[in-house]
């Protein structure tokens, strides 16, 4: 049983920032890769940024520049540092989780993001 908890979202005017937390507790023996998705309505739920065990990072080219991904692997924990805010990020932020490369899709419940112009 794998407990993703993620805090931090809020409202916040274009150009300021705001920082994600994502707690993963459980049967955690191992972090093969950890991240955050996002899913604004009406759209598919996307990438936005995901880190591996060995800290490789990838990012969304619509967040690249803005946002920074980073984890406390003593933590268990993955945190999303999102500047230069704008409307068009506006979503649901999931966190996401793989514990080894076969694992299944560990998802939090999600927390909203909202940007105003």
């Known amino acids: 049983q794998v407990q993703l908890v993620e805090s931090g979202g809020g409202l916040v005017q274009a150009g300021g920032s705001l920082r994600l937390s994502c707690a993963a507790s459980?049967?955690?023996?191992?972090?093969?890769?950890m991240g955050w998705y996002r899913q604004a309505p009406g759209n598919q739920r996307e990438l936005v940024a995901t880190?591996?065990?060995?800290?490789?990072?990838n990012y969304a080219d619509s967040v690249k520049g803005r946002f920074t991904i980073s984890r406390d692997n003593a933590k268990n924990t993955v945190y999303l540092q999102m500047n230069n805010l704008k409307p068009e990020d506006t979503a649901v932020y999931y966190c996401?989780?793989?514990?080894?490369?076969?694992?299944?899709?560990?998802w939090g419940q999600g927390t909203q993001v909202t940007v105003s112009s």
């Open positions: 459980g049967s955690i023996f191992s972090l093969y890769i």
């Open positions: 880190v591996t065990g060995g800290g490789r990072t």
């Open positions: 996401y989780m793989k514990r080894y490369r076969n694992d299944y899709d560990h």
